[in-house]
């Protein structure tokens, strides 16, 4: 079974950068989208970045394109998400997660079997 264990949260100032990372026990070319979820108090999970490991496409949801970026090692096996000029509203509990099917583009977290078990992100103004 594919284990994921995300690191890098912790606290900012607003316009600052963080660099998350996912370790997976295994290759994830096999899972058919990976992605990078959150989710902030009293709120639902809602998808942050995704990738079709098919063709490496890669989708944002609206709030942080321009400002997040999601990569892969060249070993496949580790998944990132850079965020740069951060804001409060980022603030949020961070999951990566792995799916054999669905649509990626659609960054839907009921979508994904796979889950890390977080790492908090924590932006001050």
């Known amino acids: 079974q594919l284990q994921l264990v995300e690191s890098g949260g912790g606290s900012v100032q607003a316009g600052g950068s963080l660099r998350l990372s996912c370790a997976a026990s295994?290759?994830?070319?096999?899972?058919?989208?990976v992605g990078w979820f959150r989710q902030a108090p009293g709120k639902k999970r809602e998808g942050v970045a995704t990738?079709?490991?098919?063709?490496?496409?890669?989708y944002y949801v609206d709030s942080v394109k321009g400002r997040f970026t999601i990569s892969r090692d060249n070993a496949k096996s580790t998944l990132y998400l850079q965020m740069n000029s951060l804001k409060p509203e980022d603030t949020a509990i961070y999951y990566c997660?792995?799916?054999?099917?669905?649509?990626?583009?659609?960054?839907?977290?009921?979508?994904?079997?796979?889950w890390g078990q977080g790492t908090q992100v924590t932006v001050s103004s």
């Open positions: 990738i079709y490991t098919g063709s490496g496409n890669t």
């Open positions: 295994e290759n994830t070319d096999q899972y058919f989208c």
């Open positions: 997660a792995a799916s054999q099917s669905g649509y990626c583009y659609q960054l839907i977290p009921t979508d994904y079997p796979y």
